[in-house]
């Protein structure tokens, strides 16, 4: 089976009556312009959740640094500390300790979808993985072997916003790439729960998940889940882009231009409707958020009021976007708040 890696899905809406149909988003009386006045060394050819490949083959990661370069046909998988986790093709991965400049090589054979080295100070340090034929597997890089591999349902699309594994005490939450959390224990090396978040056949991929507390969210693209305690959970169907947890509430980017906030429960609590807006990345500061539309316009919401403020930018059409806490980056360019 043909595993499509998709970066873009450009859909024409008038495909049948011709694309010129095709709606935008057009803000009024625009006086307020925005600069992304900082440069990176080299424009960005590929993004995913854990890092920004640039042209000249250095890696911007979820920090804002650039501490690593690779060579041709490398891909960035993550970094924990001083630990960064490269894949050479689709096959051997490279576990580099950037402190005492060791590097580990493992024999793979599958090509990694996402991945996410536990933290430093562990007992054992491990890597969790899912690959692109939707296995999860869990290596030891203190004995350089495989401790645990299992190959889910077959898929047929990859999302480069496919969520990374999260380590929360003796366990790993995988996110799969059909709609699932599977849950593996440490100590006893099994699989211990698993968690249908959406059952739909296409592109439902796990596209975003984080843990607080008691708290854990996940999400496709078309349904969020909350679950609380492990044992209550509760759902809020859409279209989603994108999605943040801040302070307990969820701020979700929708493919309809709309900007949500929810609850730890995912009550819709507020919203504002960007109409026809392509809304991409989310960085939230000071208590404003900030999303860029499409290379034309930055966003900015105040999460007191609110009120969208919309900017002017002039940046280079059709370019990748990457983006941290605290940065938004738009093919060389960036903008920190």
Same mark, same amino acid.
């Given at each position: 089976?043909?595993?499509?890696?998709?970066?873009?899905?450009?859909?024409?809406?008038?495909?049948?009556?011709?694309?010129?149909?095709?709606?935008?988003?057009?803000?009024?009386?625009?006086?307020?312009?925005?600069?992304?006045?900082?440069?990176?060394?080299?424009?960005?050819?590929?993004?995913?959740?854990?890092?920004?490949?640039?042209?000249?083959?250095?890696?911007?990661?979820?920090?804002?640094?650039?501490?690593?370069?690779?060579?041709?046909?490398?891909?960035?998988?993550?970094?924990?500390?001083?630990?960064?986790?490269?894949?050479?093709?689709?096959?051997?991965?490279?576990?580099?300790?950037?402190?005492?400049?060791?590097?580990?090589?493992?024999?793979?054979?599958?090509?990694?979808?996402?991945?996410?080295?536990?933290?430093?100070?562990?007992?054992?340090?491990?890597?969790? $993985?899912?690959? =692109?034929?939707?296995?999860? #597997? +869990?290596?030891?890089? !203190? %004995?350089?072997?495989?401790?645990?591999?299992? &190959?889910?349902?077959?898929?047929?699309?990859?999302?480069?916003?496919?969520?990374?594994?999260?380590?929360?005490?003796?366990?790993?939450?995988?996110?799969?790439?059909?709609?699932?959390?599977?849950?593996?224990?440490?100590?006893?090396?099994?699989?211990?729960?698993?968690?249908?978040?959406?059952?739909?056949?296409?592109?439902?991929?796990?596209?975003?998940?984080?843990?607080?507390?008691?708290?854990?969210?996940?999400?496709?693209?078309?349904?969020?889940?909350?679950?609380?305690?492990?044992?209550?959970?509760?759902?809020?169907?859409?279209?989603?882009?994108?999605?943040?947890?801040?302070?307990?509430?969820?701020?979700?980017?929708?493919?309809?231009?709309?900007?949500?906030?929810?609850?730890?429960?995912?009550?819709?609590?507020?919203?504002?409707? $960007?109409?026809? =807006?392509?809304?991409?990345? #989310? +960085?939230?500061?000071? !208590? %404003?958020?900030?999303?860029?539309?499409?290379? &034309?316009?930055?966003?900015?919401?105040?999460?007191?009021?609110?009120?969208?403020?919309?900017?002017?930018?002039?940046?280079?059409?059709?370019?990748?976007?990457?983006?941290?806490?605290?940065?938004?980056?738009?093919?060389?360019?960036?903008?920190?708040?």
């Amino acid at each position: 089976m043909r595993i499509l890696l998709v970066v873009c899905v450009a859909v024409c809406i008038g495909i049948f009556g011709g694309c010129s149909q095709k709606q935008y988003f057009e803000p009024k009386d625009i006086s307020l312009k925005a600069e992304f006045s900082h440069k990176l060394p080299s424009s960005i050819v590929s993004t995913s959740r854990v890092g920004a490949l640039l042209q000249n083959l250095e890696v911007l990661d979820t920090f804002g640094n650039i501490d690593i370069e690779l060579t041709r046909n490398q891909r960035f998988l993550g970094r924990e500390g001083t630990y960064y986790l490269v894949q050479d093709g689709c096959g051997a991965l490279l576990f580099i300790d950037a402190s005492t400049k060791t590097q580990s090589e493992f024999a793979f054979e599958k090509c990694i979808v996402s991945a996410k080295i536990s933290p430093q100070g562990s007992a054992n340090t491990l890597i969790a $993985l899912v690959s =692109a034929d939707n296995s999860v #597997i +869990v290596y030891d890089v !203190n %004995t350089k072997r495989e401790v645990f591999s299992q &190959k889910l349902a077959n898929i047929t699309a990859i999302n480069t916003l496919a969520a990374t594994p999260v380590f929360e005490k003796d366990k790993i939450i995988f996110p799969t790439l059909d709609g699932k959390l599977v849950i593996f224990d440490i100590p006893s090396n099994t699989l211990v729960r698993d968690i249908l978040i959406q059952s739909d056949k296409f592109f439902n991929n796990i596209i975003y998940l984080a843990v607080k507390n008691d708290l854990m969210i996940a999400a496709t693209t078309k349904r969020i889940s909350a679950i609380i305690d492990n044992s209550k959970t509760f759902n809020y169907d859409g279209d989603f882009r994108d999605l943040l947890l801040y302070k307990d509430k969820l701020y979700v980017l929708n493919n309809d231009g709309k900007i949500l906030e929810l609850d730890h429960t995912l009550k819709l609590l507020r919203e504002v409707n $960007l109409e026809y =807006a392509r809304l991409h990345g #989310i +960085v939230i500061r000071n !208590n %404003t958020l900030y999303t860029l539309e499409r290379n &034309k316009y930055l966003i900015e919401l105040s999460l007191e009021s609110f009120l969208p403020v919309v900017y002017k930018i002039d940046l280079p059409s059709k370019k990748p976007i990457f983006y941290t806490d605290d940065t938004l980056f738009y093919d060389r360019f960036y903008k920190r708040f």
